[in-house]
């Protein structure tokens, strides 16, 4: 019984006996062989045997301690490449159910990387991208993906293998190789997507990030790097949503500065701010937990939006209507200004917990107002830069649904509408006044009813509703320049009014009456509007009834 147990036992290899099966190994793979001619050489029985004799009975301390590790792994990556190299050049699909000819390279070649980290993590990883250098595959992308993600899959942390890669990438543009750095950066943007990054750190980002502000900056030259900014774009807009919420927080802080306080070109400009606002998207401002980091962050943004360059004041609105914006209501509702009926449905969906956001608006509520009011009277010219204003207005009223943010906004709006009231009442003197002052006067005015009507339909309150829509019907019989939908160019029929008519502009007392009985006295709501349904020929139930309602109705 003694003898049989021994006979079935695994001995653990020693050092000399573990070196033989390396030197046996290396000669089964033809590591010495040159890589083109490698594939056909090699001994795939043989090496798999004693790969798996070396990964399951060497002990890890000799493993990591003989000189032939490298080796190891280099032989586990040659038979990988042809594993991954046989799945996607199979020659036909009879051959699918079959056994491949390196089916337990995969296996093999992690169970060696097991034996190696932690302690040996940054030499294995060293080693597979020697590997992928060496032997020329960055232009094979897949089987560098696939490569890199067996590599994942064990105990590995991601942050070593990006920060190695980006090094790669560094070394790469140092060398002028942009065709070699383009295939690196095509494989991380793959990596990425896969869900095992979940230990990247905020630090190994800050490489990328360099770089991709410098191809962005160095655009007025297009020189070699600037080829590259839309794949350090791709790669960093995938690792965002990855990011924990510190380390989320820690990297939208330091872009900020980059997007704000550089000098580029305003193209530049809008091409980096795009990847602030998506990390803004994945980030909640308004964290009861972090007061203070998110008054920071609101007082720099509207400092900006004050600003007196525009594509710097822009920047700063869309990146704040995206932090405020908890992507629950239907975009397109806010894209351009509209008038919000009183009896329609509107896909948008109000927030109910908004006590920390409302508390941080309280505190800012002077310096946003101002810094509002100044960017509309210098940057609304263009019909796209008043349409960000409306949405960053229209987003406050929706995350914030409360008496506090409805009652600002109509003072900032009474402001805004008292400031552009003079382009108006001159107009019955046409020499005085620009055509094109007009009409940007008169897009200002509809967007201050577009808003003006979303707070009523939000709130819906009776005596408000009743004096926001006697001046919009007021507006469409006399004035319907006044009113949305903007336009490029307005026509003035013989009947319309285009001269100053109080009743066609709001009026203060009347506004802070309407609001005083909504938020004070708690005057009667409105009732929501239902959400009516839209005819599907999918639904059973209106193909049955279909023609027999037709037919009662006289159709």
Not at 6 to 12: G, P, T, V, Y
Not at 428 to 448: G, L, W, Y
Not at 487 to 505: D, G, M, Q
């Amino acid at each position: 019984m003694g003898r049989l147990s021994a006979l079935f036992s695994r001995k653990k290899l020693s050092s000399a006996k573990t070196r033989l099966l390396v030197d046996q190994l290396k000669t089964s793979c033809g590591i010495f062989l040159d890589p083109t001619i490698r594939s056909p050489n090699i001994q795939k029985t043989r090496a798999l045997k004693i790969l798996r004799e070396i990964v399951s009975r060497s002990r890890r301390d000799v493993l990591q301690y003989v000189p032939e590790r490298d080796a190891v792994l280099e032989c586990a990556l040659v038979l990988v490449q042809n594993y991954v190299a046989h799945l996607r050049l199979r020659p036909s699909p009879f051959k699918r159910f079959r056994r491949e000819p390196f089916a337990d390279a995969k296996v093999l070649f992690q169970a060696a990387i097991e034996l190696l980290i932690p302690e040996l993590l940054d030499e294995v990883i060293d080693t597979t991208l020697t590997f992928l250098q060496t032997e020329n595959l960055w232009k094979v992308e897949f089987i560098c993906v696939e490569i890199l993600l067996f590599v994942l899959e064990c105990r590995s942390p991601s942050a070593p293998l990006l920060s190695k890669l980006i090094d790669r990438i560094e070394h790469l543009l140092a060398l002028s190789d942009v065709r070699q750095v383009r295939h690196v950066l095509s494989v991380l943007q793959s990596v990425i997507v896969s869900q095992r990054w979940e230990l990247i750190e905020y630090s190994e980002l800050s490489k990328l990030v360099r770089l991709y502000h410098s191809s962005v900056m160095i655009g007025t030259s297009r020189n070699q790097i600037y080829e590259l900014r839309r794949g350090f774009e791709k790669c960093l807009k995938n690792l965002v949503p990855l990011l924990s919420v510190a380390d989320l927080y820690a990297f939208f802080v330091v872009m900020l500065p980059l997007a704000f306080d550089t000098d580029m070109s305003d193209e530049a400009r809008i091409e980096f701010g795009s990847t602030v606002e998506h990390a803004a998207a994945k980030m909640a401002l308004y964290d009861p937990r972090a007061q203070q980091r998110d008054s920071f962050v609101l007082e720099y943004l509207v400092q900006y939006v004050a600003a007196a360059d525009p594509t710097r004041s822009i920047l700063a609105c869309k990146v704040l209507t995206k932090l405020l914006d908890r992507g629950q209501h239907s975009p397109p509702e806010f894209q351009s200004p509209t008038v919000f009926h009183m009896d329609t449905y509107y896909g948008i969906v109000l927030a109910t917990e908004y006590a920390a956001l409302q508390r941080l608006l309280m505190e800012q509520r002077e310096s946003l107002e101002q810094a509002l009011l100044h960017a509309i009277e210098r940057h609304s010219h263009r019909k796209i830069n008043l349409e960000v204003f409306y949405q960053l207005l229209c987003t406050l009223l929706v995350e914030a649904p409360g008496g506090f943010t409805a009652s600002a906004v109509s003072c900032l709006l009474l402001k805004v509408q008292t400031r552009f009231l003079g382009y108006t009442a001159d107009v019955a003197h046409p020499a005085r006044v620009d055509e094109e002052q007009q009409q940007h006067a008169n897009r200002i005015h509809a967007t201050v009813m577009a808003v003006m009507t979303l707070i009523n339909w939000i709130h819906r309150a009776g005596s408000m509703n009743a004096y926001i829509t006697r001046v919009l019907h007021d507006r469409f019989d006399h004035a319907p320049s006044l009113n949305p939908p903007l336009r490029e160019r307005y026509r003035y029929a013989p009947h319309h009014i285009s001269w100053y008519e109080p009743r066609l502009f709001f009026d203060t007392l009347e506004l802070r009456y309407g609001l005083w009985k909504c938020f004070r006295i708690a005057e009667e709501k409105i009732p929501k509007p239902a959400r009516m349904r839209t005819k599907s020929y999918r639904d059973r139930r209106q193909q049955l009834s279909g023609g027999t309602l037709n037919v009662f109705a006289g159709m």
